[in-house]
T-cell receptor, first 115, second 114 residues
Framework: AQKVTQAQTEISVVEKEDVTLDCVYE???????LFWYKQPPSGELVFLIR??????QNEISGRYSWNFQKSTSSFNFTITASQVVDSAVYFC????????????FGAGTQVVVTP | DTEVTQTPKHLVMGMTNKKSLKCEQHMGHRAMYWYKQKAKKPPELMFVYSYEKLSINESVPSRFSPECPNSSLLNLHLHALQPEDSALYLC?????????????FGPGTRLLVL
């Protein structure tokens, strides 16, 4: 069975603060893929990043950074110097070679950035 | 270009109506997906098409009928829906033929069943 846990339901920050979103996953597969998506109030799910299980290199893209640690089954996401436009629901998701096309989403974390 | 388009953006229908949702992509993707998302919940997979053939049906009630007329187009036909079917319906497509590709989502159709 596979599972994604996003324990934080909602995080509220003031603009320019950093915010870290936690994601813990469970799978017995040795090959799997992890994703982060952003869903603003408009509803569209926007793809942010994909990580393969065999690639533990962390990544930075502008104000976004991701920390993938297989030892703790975590794939955390940090927004540096948050902006109001970062307000959205962020979903972590898992796909395994067994699931073939099925994304297992976490419950999502609502990020609220106030000016 | 990672654009997936969906029409209509909003739809209100009665329980006896028949309506269709449309999804289109011109990225040459060969896998397309329908998801249903209730408020404050993550998306739930409904159907997966690969090379215009239905690959996965997540035990969706028959009042939802998917159709993939060609590799760029995916429809979801709705008939005799219930109020609890009110939700955001998201379409996605992915590039890799093995269905392990990254899924790119459209803006969704917000459906209200009265």
């Amino acid at each position: 069975a596979q599972k994604v846990t996003q324990a934080q339901t909602e995080i509220s920050v003031v603009e320019k603060e950093d915010v870290t979103l936690d994601c813990v996953y469970e799978t017995r597969d040795t090959t799997y893929y992890l994703f982060w998506y952003k869903q603003p109030p408009s509803g569209e799910l926007v793809f942010l990043i994909r990580r393969n299980s065999f690639d533990e290199q962390n990544e930075i893209s502008g104000r976004y950074s991701w920390n993938f640690q297989k030892s703790t089954s975590s794939f955390n996401f940090t927004i540096t110097a948050s902006q109001v436009v970062d307000s959205a629901v962020y979903f972590c998701a898992l796909m395994t070679t067994d699931s073939w096309g099925k994304l297992q989403f976490g419950a999502g974390t609502q990020v609220v950035v106030t000016p | 270009d990672t654009e997936v388009t969906q029409t209509p953006k909003h739809l209100v229908m009665g329980m006896t109506n028949k309506k269709s949702l449309k999804c289109e992509q011109h990225m040459g993707h060969r896998a397309m997906y329908w998801y249903k998302q209730k408020a404050k919940k993550p998306p739930e997979l409904m159907f997966v098409y690969s090379y215009e053939k239905l690959s996965i049906n997540e035990s969706v009630p028959s009042r939802f009928s998917p159709e993939c007329p060609n590799s760029s187009l995916l429809n979801l036909h709705l008939h005799a829906l219930q109020p609890e079917d009110s939700a955001l319906y998201l379409c996605a497509s992915s590039r890799r033929d093995s269905l392990l590709g990254t899924q790119y989502f459209g803006p969704g159709t917000r459906l209200l069943v009265l």
